[in-house]
């Protein structure tokens, strides 16, 4: 029996009896929140509020090093084939580090975009200045840029961004019905630029565009700019070459936002606030990297995440942030674990015999109190919450911004503390584990911290379990099929058959 197992098997012991754990007695004890809390600058991480004791977390922790998670998060930012299914590296973390000469090259290249559109020197084909960026793409094409822009807003300072993924026609005519033409520029992101969804919809807005502007071939205008891995599609397209960035096929879209897939992020904070919270993703890989296991903030979230999952049968975890331009978060993280962990066979070619990835959800702020936070307290479900809260916030209102912080807390006690009433409908069990990230301000070098904190914290589970958290061929043969039907291609069996004549796709 290895190591790791013959853990895995205390680990099992030990969840056997953390029913009996209580966290007002375990919050009670001297130096628990010292020894259950870790400060860097500008996050506070506070991980009192769960099942575990000193013994768990030790052999939690022996799980990490067993696990060699920081060896195996070396051999990624030293370039070598993590990725083993599509026998690639993965290079996120390598944008972040300031050690390849072609991700430099990319990274001026977009800036310089950038700068050009947010000083006007750049212009539209009407020579005017643009006022609105229209960001097509999906998954990590969207759901990263959106994020990372509505986190910082308040650093906007360039064109208004606009963000199109679903092919949902309402939302695509009414935000064009909005816009005027000759002031709006579209960047088309895709890594593959096939992409069936965001090609279709790229077609109605080049359309839109060539008809306001009575130009017949606006992509080859300043209107478009093209993000890609594969620069000869989008050249045949008709985008001009120097408006094309490119990507590493070696970055995959949940970990784009580092790359050139951050373009509209720039053209809306500007460059130096991008640069900022690159730096604020560095940071959060030094300290992943370098710190011991116990003083990890990415690993023990990984851990605690482990130690519900795998050993007391929770199947999802909530995201809670305490302010409502983090909503998007919400979002990110849950690509982000879902698309990465959720598989069911190892890097050994072998069923998985645990259970990997959980379901991830969660609303923002106080709303999320008057949802799900019934079931949090008083239902039969173990479900951890992450608790996200900004101490001071620039945007807010001190009175305002009191009272969130002040729900946040006010649920974290009562969820780990509960209360005892006679009238049994009215007590609450308590016992409900939370964890608390707590930035100092929403600014881009905490957020690229937090950013890079969860894709750590999703490494490191990966590779606990063994599995490979960069390829996604469930999402590829869902998107293969997706595009025969679209094409017209039928299917092949007979309940595929009914389904399309159902909904009349036979007459399209």
């Known amino acids: ?297 990415p690993v023990l979230l990984a851990l605690i995440g482990i130690w519900y999952n795998n050993f007391l049968g929770s199947q999802s975890y909530a995201v809670v942030p305490y302010l409502e331009r983090l909503s998007p978060l919400i979002d990110f993280i849950q690509q982000l674990e879902m698309e990465s962990n959720g598989k069911s066979i190892s890097l050994d070619d072998l069923p998985v015999v645990t259970t990997t990835a959980p379901i991830v959800w969660g609303r923002a702020g106080t709303g999320s109190q008057h949802s799900f936070f019934q079931l949090l307290h008083q239902g039969k479900k173990l479900v951890p919450v992450d608790l996200i809260g900004v101490k001071n916030d620039a945007l807010s209102h001190t009175e305002l911004h009191k009272l969130l912080l002040a729900s946040l807390a006010g649920q974290a006690e009562a969820l780990a503390n509960g209360q005892h009433d006679e009238n049994v409908h009215l007590s609450n069990p308590g016992n409900k584990p939370s964890s608390i990230l707590l930035l100092d301000e929403l600014t881009p070098f905490n957020l690229g911290k937090l950013v890079a904190l969860y894709e750590n914290k999703t490494f490191s589970q990966a590779a606990i379990w063994n599995i490979n958290p960069f390829d996604q061929w469930g999402v590829e043969l869902g998107k293969r099929i997706t595009k025969e039907l679209f094409s017209g291609i039928k299917p092949k069996n007979r309940s595929g058959q009914l389904l399309i004549k159902k909904m009349g796709l036979e007459d399209f």
């Open 1 to 297: 029996m290895t190591r790791k197992n013959q853990i895995w098997g205390q680990l099992s012991d030990l969840a056997a009896t953390a029913y009996k754990l209580s966290m007002k007695e375990l919050n009670g004890e001297p130096q628990r929140d010292s020894k259950f809390s870790i400060d860097i600058e500008g996050i506070h991480f506070d991980f009192s509020r769960h099942l575990i004791n000193q013994n768990i977390l030790d052999t939690l922790v022996d799980l990490a090093r067993a696990s060699n998670i920081k060896e195996k998060a070396l051999d990624m930012l030293e370039g070598k084939l993590v990725n083993k299914t599509e026998s690639r590296s993965a290079t996120h973390m390598t944008m972040r580090s300031d050690i390849s000469g072609q991700n430099q090259k990319e990274k001026q290249q977009m800036f310089q975009f950038s700068e050009a559109i947010r000083n006007g020197e750049l212009k539209s084909s009407s020579h005017q200045r643009f006022t609105d960026v229209i960001n097509i793409g999906i998954g990590g094409s969207e759901l990263g840029p959106k994020m990372v822009s509505e986190a910082l807003k308040q650093y906007a300072s360039g064109p208004k961004l606009h963000f199109l993924s679903n092919p949902d026609g309402e939302k695509i005519f009414s935000l064009l019905n909005s816009l005027q033409a000759k002031t709006t520029l579209v960047i088309l992101s895709s890594k593959s630029f096939t992409t069936t969804e965001t090609m279709t919809i790229a077609k109605i807005v080049s359309d839109w565009l060539a008809k306001e502007l009575q130009i017949n071939d606006v992509e080859s205008s300043t209107h478009f700019f093209a993000i890609t891995a594969d620069k000869e599609k989008a050249i045949s397209r008709g985008i001009p070459e120097k408006q094309i960035l490119t990507l590493e096929e070696s970055i995959g879209g949940r970990y784009s936002i580092w790359s050139s897939v951050g373009f509209p992020v720039c053209t809306s904070i500007g460059t130096k606030r991008f640069e900022e919270f690159i730096a604020g993703g560095k940071m959060m890989d030094d300290h992943f990297l370098q710190s011991e296991y116990q003083d990890n903030i």
